[in-house]
């Protein structure tokens, strides 16, 4: 599977469409994943967080209208579908 990563485009509900076929449809999943990382706040004096939480879950779906298995990761920030 290749790894280019495509931008995240989503269904009425908030999930990800197939990155094939772009339909909203029935999709089956398959493998997820979790880095548990512990990442403490560091607060700097702007009261800001300059470490941020970078776990990433992954996520792995089959779409049942196209056929093709893609990618989901998101760490809560950032998603992209690959």
Do not use: H
Not at 28 to 45: H, K, R, V
Not at 69 to 80: A, H, K, L, V
């Amino acid at each position: 599977m290749e790894s280019v990563k495509i931008a995240v485009e989503k269904d009425a509900t908030g999930f990800p469409l197939c990155p094939a076929c772009k339909k909203p449809t029935k999709r089956s999943p398959g493998a997820a994943s979790q880095t548990l990382m512990y990442f403490p706040p560091i607060i700097d004096e702007n009261g800001i967080n300059t470490n941020p939480d970078r776990n990433w879950r992954t996520e792995q779906w089959t779409c049942l209208e196209c056929g093709k298995t893609y990618i989901y990761e998101t760490n809560g920030d950032e998603e992209r579908i690959r």
